[in-house]
Protein backbone atom coordinates (compact mmCIF):
# COMPACT_ATOMS: atom_id res chain seq x y z
CA UNK A 1 0.00 0.00 0.00
CA UNK A 2 0.89 3.47 -0.42
CA UNK A 3 1.19 6.37 1.64
CA UNK A 4 1.93 9.93 1.94
CA UNK A 5 2.28 11.99 5.13
CA UNK A 6 2.29 15.71 5.28
CA UNK A 7 2.67 16.11 8.76
CA UNK A 8 2.46 19.94 8.86
CA UNK A 9 -1.21 20.82 8.39
CA UNK A 10 -1.08 24.64 8.13
CA UNK A 11 1.73 27.05 7.91
CA UNK A 12 1.57 31.35 8.45
CA UNK A 13 4.31 32.89 7.51
CA UNK A 14 5.12 36.72 6.74
CA UNK A 15 5.80 37.59 2.96
CA UNK A 16 9.38 37.45 2.05
CA UNK A 17 9.88 34.46 4.18
CA UNK A 18 11.70 31.45 3.28
CA UNK A 19 9.19 28.26 4.05
CA UNK A 20 9.56 23.97 3.30
CA UNK A 21 6.49 22.45 3.27
CA UNK A 22 7.64 18.08 4.01
CA UNK A 23 6.49 15.12 2.78
CA UNK A 24 7.49 11.84 3.54
CA UNK A 25 5.85 9.04 1.58
CA UNK A 26 5.88 5.05 1.87
CA UNK A 27 5.93 2.62 -0.99
CA UNK A 28 6.68 -1.20 -1.85
CA UNK A 29 7.40 -0.25 -5.39
CA UNK A 30 10.91 0.02 -6.56
CA UNK A 31 9.52 2.53 -9.24
CA UNK A 32 7.27 5.35 -8.56
CA UNK A 33 6.55 9.22 -9.20
CA UNK A 34 6.58 11.93 -7.03
CA UNK A 35 4.70 15.15 -7.07
CA UNK A 36 3.70 18.25 -5.48
CA UNK A 37 0.15 20.13 -6.58
CA UNK A 38 -1.10 23.51 -6.02
CA UNK A 39 -4.24 23.99 -5.01
CA UNK A 40 -5.59 27.64 -4.95
CA UNK A 41 -9.34 28.79 -3.54
CA UNK A 42 -10.46 28.05 -7.08
CA UNK A 43 -10.02 24.20 -6.84
CA UNK A 44 -8.06 23.85 -9.43
CA UNK A 45 -5.14 21.33 -8.66
CA UNK A 46 -1.80 23.08 -10.39
CA UNK A 47 0.87 20.96 -11.02
CA UNK A 48 4.11 21.91 -9.59
CA UNK A 49 6.81 19.12 -10.33
CA UNK A 50 6.82 15.50 -10.97
CA UNK A 51 10.46 13.50 -10.00
CA UNK A 52 10.96 9.44 -10.79
CA UNK A 53 12.04 7.52 -8.18
CA UNK A 54 15.64 6.90 -10.29
CA UNK A 55 15.98 10.89 -10.26
CA UNK A 56 17.50 12.07 -6.40
CA UNK A 57 18.96 15.44 -7.97
CA UNK A 58 17.21 18.34 -6.13
CA UNK A 59 15.59 20.99 -8.36
CA UNK A 60 14.90 24.52 -9.14
CA UNK A 61 12.32 26.49 -10.57
CA UNK A 62 12.12 30.14 -9.63
CA UNK A 63 11.38 30.45 -6.29
CA UNK A 64 11.03 26.80 -5.78
CA UNK A 65 12.62 24.40 -5.30
CA UNK A 66 12.58 20.51 -3.96
CA UNK A 67 15.08 18.16 -1.71
CA UNK A 68 14.32 14.56 -2.67
CA UNK A 69 16.22 12.14 -0.17
CA UNK A 70 15.19 8.20 -1.12
CA UNK A 71 17.15 7.64 1.90
CA UNK A 72 14.67 9.19 4.12
CA UNK A 73 11.50 8.48 1.75
CA UNK A 74 11.55 12.66 1.82
CA UNK A 75 10.14 14.86 -0.95
CA UNK A 76 10.24 18.21 0.53
CA UNK A 77 9.42 21.39 -1.54
CA UNK A 78 10.88 25.08 -0.18
CA UNK A 79 9.92 28.21 -1.61
CA UNK A 80 11.59 30.95 -0.80
CA UNK A 81 10.86 34.90 -0.46
CA UNK A 82 7.19 33.79 -0.08
CA UNK A 83 4.39 36.11 -1.12
CA UNK A 84 0.68 36.44 -0.84
CA UNK A 85 0.29 34.72 -4.05
CA UNK A 86 1.59 31.69 -2.69
CA UNK A 87 -1.06 30.79 -0.33
CA UNK A 88 -2.73 27.79 -1.19
CA UNK A 89 -3.45 24.25 -0.21
CA UNK A 90 -0.27 21.94 -1.30
CA UNK A 91 -0.42 18.57 -1.65
CA UNK A 92 2.19 15.65 -1.85
CA UNK A 93 1.35 12.97 -4.26
CA UNK A 94 2.74 9.17 -5.18
CA UNK A 95 2.03 7.48 -7.72
CA UNK A 96 2.84 3.95 -9.63
CA UNK A 97 4.60 3.54 -12.99
CA UNK A 98 2.51 3.66 -15.82
CA UNK A 99 -1.41 2.98 -17.22
CA UNK A 100 -3.63 2.20 -14.06
CA UNK A 101 -1.21 2.78 -11.64
CA UNK A 102 -0.35 6.23 -12.63
CA UNK A 103 -3.66 6.67 -10.03
CA UNK A 104 -2.45 9.50 -7.36
CA UNK A 105 -2.13 8.86 -3.53
CA UNK A 106 -2.36 12.22 -1.82
CA UNK A 107 -1.61 13.51 1.22
CA UNK A 108 -3.39 15.79 3.12
CA UNK A 109 -2.53 18.73 2.22
CA UNK A 110 -0.76 21.58 3.58
CA UNK A 111 -2.92 25.02 3.92
CA UNK A 112 0.01 27.67 3.39
CA UNK A 113 -0.80 31.35 4.48
CA UNK A 114 1.25 33.99 3.32
CA UNK A 115 0.92 37.33 5.02
CA UNK A 116 1.65 40.76 3.65
CA UNK B 1 -0.17 21.59 -22.36
CA UNK B 2 -2.41 18.96 -22.55
CA UNK B 3 -6.13 20.05 -21.30
CA UNK B 4 -8.90 18.16 -19.93
CA UNK B 5 -12.35 19.69 -19.13
CA UNK B 6 -15.03 19.13 -16.93
CA UNK B 7 -19.15 19.83 -17.28
CA UNK B 8 -20.70 21.10 -15.34
CA UNK B 9 -18.19 23.50 -13.13
CA UNK B 10 -20.56 23.45 -10.47
CA UNK B 11 -24.40 21.63 -10.22
CA UNK B 12 -26.48 21.83 -7.40
CA UNK B 13 -29.17 19.04 -7.30
CA UNK B 14 -32.02 18.05 -5.02
CA UNK B 15 -31.69 14.47 -2.61
CA UNK B 16 -32.87 11.44 -5.24
CA UNK B 17 -32.01 12.62 -8.49
CA UNK B 18 -29.17 12.10 -10.30
CA UNK B 19 -25.87 13.84 -11.32
CA UNK B 20 -24.11 13.91 -14.89
CA UNK B 21 -20.12 14.94 -14.83
CA UNK B 22 -18.40 14.49 -18.18
CA UNK B 23 -14.91 14.57 -17.89
CA UNK B 24 -13.16 15.59 -21.29
CA UNK B 25 -9.27 15.07 -22.65
CA UNK B 26 -9.60 17.65 -25.46
CA UNK B 27 -6.77 17.62 -27.49
CA UNK B 28 -5.53 13.58 -26.49
CA UNK B 29 -6.71 10.66 -26.24
CA UNK B 30 -7.07 8.85 -23.04
CA UNK B 31 -7.40 5.21 -22.55
CA UNK B 32 -7.01 6.01 -18.78
CA UNK B 33 -8.95 8.47 -16.97
CA UNK B 34 -9.48 8.71 -12.89
CA UNK B 35 -12.40 9.98 -10.59
CA UNK B 36 -11.33 11.70 -7.43
CA UNK B 37 -13.58 13.22 -4.51
CA UNK B 38 -12.40 16.18 -2.27
CA UNK B 39 -14.67 16.95 0.53
CA UNK B 40 -13.96 19.85 2.15
CA UNK B 41 -10.92 20.84 4.12
CA UNK B 42 -9.26 17.22 3.01
CA UNK B 43 -7.48 15.85 0.71
CA UNK B 44 -7.97 14.07 -2.71
CA UNK B 45 -9.29 10.37 -2.70
CA UNK B 46 -9.50 8.15 -5.82
CA UNK B 47 -12.65 6.35 -6.64
CA UNK B 48 -11.95 5.01 -9.23
CA UNK B 49 -9.85 3.88 -12.82
CA UNK B 50 -11.85 4.24 -15.57
CA UNK B 51 -10.66 2.36 -18.61
CA UNK B 52 -12.06 2.58 -22.31
CA UNK B 53 -13.83 0.59 -23.68
CA UNK B 54 -14.24 -1.85 -20.17
CA UNK B 55 -15.87 -2.11 -16.42
CA UNK B 56 -14.26 0.95 -13.82
CA UNK B 57 -12.21 -0.25 -11.24
CA UNK B 58 -13.67 0.97 -7.92
CA UNK B 59 -11.83 1.91 -4.97
CA UNK B 60 -12.60 0.31 -1.65
CA UNK B 61 -15.57 1.51 0.00
CA UNK B 62 -17.13 3.17 -3.36
CA UNK B 63 -20.27 1.68 -4.09
CA UNK B 64 -20.27 1.17 -8.17
CA UNK B 65 -24.74 1.45 -8.40
CA UNK B 66 -24.46 4.65 -7.16
CA UNK B 67 -21.56 6.09 -9.31
CA UNK B 68 -21.49 4.85 -12.27
CA UNK B 69 -18.82 5.53 -14.36
CA UNK B 70 -18.88 5.06 -17.96
CA UNK B 71 -15.58 5.65 -20.70
CA UNK B 72 -17.26 4.91 -23.92
CA UNK B 73 -14.51 6.88 -25.82
CA UNK B 74 -11.14 7.86 -25.97
CA UNK B 75 -11.77 11.23 -24.55
CA UNK B 76 -14.87 11.24 -22.48
CA UNK B 77 -15.59 9.49 -19.32
CA UNK B 78 -18.65 10.41 -17.40
CA UNK B 79 -19.48 9.72 -13.45
CA UNK B 80 -23.15 9.43 -12.54
CA UNK B 81 -24.16 10.06 -9.11
CA UNK B 82 -27.36 8.48 -8.40
CA UNK B 83 -30.00 9.22 -5.90
CA UNK B 84 -27.99 11.70 -4.57
CA UNK B 85 -27.67 12.81 -1.17
CA UNK B 86 -26.67 15.71 0.60
CA UNK B 87 -23.43 13.66 1.81
CA UNK B 88 -22.70 13.17 -1.59
CA UNK B 89 -22.01 16.78 -1.63
CA UNK B 90 -17.97 17.41 -2.74
CA UNK B 91 -15.74 18.23 -4.90
CA UNK B 92 -15.07 15.61 -7.95
CA UNK B 93 -12.23 15.94 -10.09
CA UNK B 94 -11.11 14.10 -12.69
CA UNK B 95 -7.46 13.28 -14.31
CA UNK B 96 -6.77 11.99 -18.20
CA UNK B 97 -3.53 10.14 -18.83
CA UNK B 98 -1.69 10.62 -21.72
CA UNK B 99 0.79 8.21 -22.89
CA UNK B 100 3.55 9.49 -24.91
CA UNK B 101 6.33 6.85 -25.96
CA UNK B 102 6.76 5.34 -22.25
CA UNK B 103 6.07 8.43 -20.65
CA UNK B 104 2.36 8.99 -19.00
CA UNK B 105 1.41 11.77 -18.38
CA UNK B 106 -1.64 12.83 -16.12
CA UNK B 107 -3.70 16.02 -16.46
CA UNK B 108 -6.35 17.00 -14.31
CA UNK B 109 -9.64 18.56 -15.07
CA UNK B 110 -11.04 21.82 -12.98
CA UNK B 111 -13.52 19.71 -10.42
CA UNK B 112 -17.00 19.91 -10.46
CA UNK B 113 -18.62 20.84 -7.26
CA UNK B 114 -21.60 19.21 -6.19
CA UNK B 115 -24.31 20.14 -3.88
CA UNK B 116 -27.19 17.79 -2.98
CA UNK B 117 -29.95 19.96 -1.20
Known amino acids: AQKVTQAQTEISVVEKEDVTLDCVYE???????LFWYKQPPSGELVFLIRRNSFDEQNEISGRYSWNFQKSTSSFNFTITASQVVDSAVYFC?????????????FGKGITLSVRP | GAVVSQHPSWVICKSGTSVKIECRSL??????MFWYRQFPKQSLMLMAT?????????EQGVEKDKFLINHASLTLSTLTVTSAHPEDSSFYICSAIRTSGRVNEQYFGPGTRLTVT
Open chain 2, 27 to 32: DFQATT
Open chain 2, 50 to 58: SNEGSKATY
Open chain 1, 93 to 105: ALAGWGGANSKLT
Open chain 1, 27 to 33: TRDTTYY
